[in-house]
């Protein structure tokens, strides 16, 4: 069977419900094109907020070095090969994949604080900074992604899937006075590596659109795959 199967990631949903500093939804495509390769997409937007804070053990009394808001949409696209021998009739998947993915964002510097070198008057070394907000924006970044995944059909035409990505950062463009620390669809960015890493849990429809015939053997009929 050849179609198109859409739908969406539950991980991102489930983890707003459970982080209130987070937000974001991930749809997700794929369309079979020959018997083992799929083209492949995902369009999501996420915004968090993040911070960075001296270690303190009472949360209620932490000084935050800054905090920060990153909002912004991205697309990835590329393709799976799926590597499952599947039985007559049947579209799970075992795969693997790449994805030439992009994003666009912002950046909302929220407040931070300054390193003061005289800690006679100021213990933790920081001295009060600034609490008005700082917009930067026309951020971009493009990055290569490595996917493994599964899916499988729970009912007629409805699969459930999951995916591990491993994604490598091509191109980072940020503000000259605040790095991009966190970017959607790529997730945190380290400063010693051009590395990330990310997952989704889908649950998509297929939409059937036709059949072909597998190319028959000598005394063999066709087959409709």
Do not use: C
């Amino acid at each position: 069977r050849y179609g198109l199967r859409i739908g969406v990631d539950l991980s991102r949903p489930i983890r707003a419900l459970l982080d209130s500093d987070y937000s974001g939804l991930e749809f997700v495509a794929d369309y079979r094109i020959t018997k083992k390769i799929y083209l492949a997409a995902e369009f999501g937007n996420e915004e968090k907020t993040s911070f960075e804070a001296l270690e303190n053990k009472d949360d209620l009394n932490r000084v935050e070095i800054y905090n920060y808001t990153t909002s912004g949409s991205y697309l990835k696209l590329g393709i799976d090969y799926n590597t499952y021998e599947n039985w007559y009739g049947m579209t799970n998947a075992i795969s693997f994949g790449a994805r030439y993915a992009g994003s666009t964002f912002s950046q909302t510097l929220n407040n931070y604080t300054i390193f003061d070198s005289n800690r006679y008057w100021n213990p933790t070394d920081f001295a009060p900074g600034s609490d008005a907000p700082q917009e930067f924006t026309g951020l971009n970044a493009t990055w290569l992604e490595f996917v493994l995944g599964i899916k499988v059909e729970l009912f007629a035409n409805l699969y459930l899937g999951a995916s591990v990505r491993l994604a490598y950062l091509f191109t980072n463009t940020e503000a000259d006075t605040f790095p991009n620390l966190w970017i959607p669809g790529f997730n945190k960015v380290n400063d010693n590596s051009k590395f990330g890493v990310g997952y989704n849990y889908s649950l998509s429809y297929f939409i059937p659109l036709y059949r072909k015939k597998a190319k028959k053997k000598k005394n063999e009929t066709p087959v409709e795959e």
